[in-house]
Every structure is written in C-alpha cells, then in structure tokens.
C-alpha cells in the first residue's frame, strides 16, 4: 500500500500575486486555476520535477492563516545551479548553508510560507 503525499495546502493573502510569485520567481507550473462556484478558486501548482503540488485559492485555506507554513523542502542536485536559478528570476534567496547533512537555501512567499531547497549528499555505502 503506497501512501504519497500529492497536494500541500498553501494559505496565502492574494491569490493573484502569489500565483506570479510561485511561477515566475520559484518557476513553478501553474497546473489548475478555477473558480468552482462564488467563493470558492482552487488553484494547484507544481515545482519542475515534482510529483506533489501546492494548493491555494479562495475557500481552500480558510482555518490556515496566510503565512503559516513554515519549512517546505524542495530537493535538488545541484544546489548552487539551484540556487543561481533562482536568484537570477529576482528571488531573494539565502547564500547556501551547508551542514554535514546537506547543503540547502531558503526563501519565504510574499505572505511568509517559508521554504528550503535542500541539496542531499551521496551517503557512503
């Protein structure tokens, strides 16, 4: 029995402006954008390469105060590339961090949902 996580909640203030925020600055896909009934948008977006998904909009996350989801973790394999992509969308990012455990740099969205890209070493055999 798989159990995969495919949607995290995203509460957020401005829909429009977090949209423009996730696909042009954190390069994200926006996936679906659709008023369901007054009140009620959904919208999904999906970081390059992943197979989990954002979820935001009106009526979506309305018991999460915006900016309330601290430390989601993206994975890479290059997290200087990483890094240097998205700097270069104008994204204010952290100099990368590196730990015994990983290398990682962090961002937060408009509101203050935070997130860290994290770089995972080979792990000796």
């Not at 042009?24 to 390469?49: I, Y």
């Not at 430390?71 to 590339?81: E, K, N, P, R, Y």
């Not at 700097?87 to 949902?113: C, H, I, K, L, T």
């Amino acid at each position: 029995m798989n159990f995969e996580l495919q949607l995290v909640p995203v509460p957020v203030s401005d829909v429009e402006r977090a949209i423009s925020f996730y696909t042009e600055k954190a390069g994200f896909h926006l996936d679906v954008d659709v008023t369901v009934r007054e009140g009620l948008r959904f919208v999904q977006l999906t970081p390059p390469g992943s197979e989990c998904s954002i979820a935001m909009g009106v009526g979506i996350t309305d018991e999460m105060a915006p900016g309330s989801v601290k430390g989601l973790q993206l994975v890479v394999s290059d997290i200087d590339a990483a890094r240097a992509e998205l700097a270069g969308r104008g994204m204010d990012v952290s100099e990368v961090d590196v730990q015994p455990w990983g290398s990682f740099v962090y961002f937060s969205d408009p509101d203050g949902n935070s997130w860290a890209v994290q770089y995972i070493p080979p792990r000796p055999s």
